[in-house]
């Protein structure tokens, strides 16, 4: 069995990273591209705040690491002479 969370605050953490679910094949380059920028930009302001410990800022660095997993895929798909890095 997995390990009981030791606060309601972990435990909400825990739902929403179950709850976390995106499918980027639908999003436009572009807006995928922004988003993106967006989305580590705010990480940026999250981390000068000293907010690290928030639930929002792990779903926001999975969502950074989801476009940016995504984005690679696509460069690799376009430019079949790189195998990736």
Same mark, same amino acid.
């Given at each position: 069995m997995g390990q %009981?969370?030791? @606060? %309601? /605050?972990d435990l909400a953490t825990a739902n929403l990273m179950k709850a976390y679910t995106v499918n980027l094949d639908q999003v436009p380059l572009k807006t995928s591209? !922004? &988003? !993106?920028? &967006? =989305? @580590?930009?705010?990480?940026?302001a999250l981390r000068k705040a000293k907010l690290q410990s928030e639930? =929002? /800022?792990q779903l926001l660095q999975a969502l950074e690491r989801d476009l940016s997993d995504a984005r690679r895929a696509r460069f690799d798909d376009t430019h079949s002479d790189y195998a990736g890095y």
């Open positions: %009981w969370p030791d @606060t %309601w /605050y591209n !922004e &988003l !993106e920028q &967006l =989305v @580590t930009q705010l990480l940026a639930p =929002v /800022y």
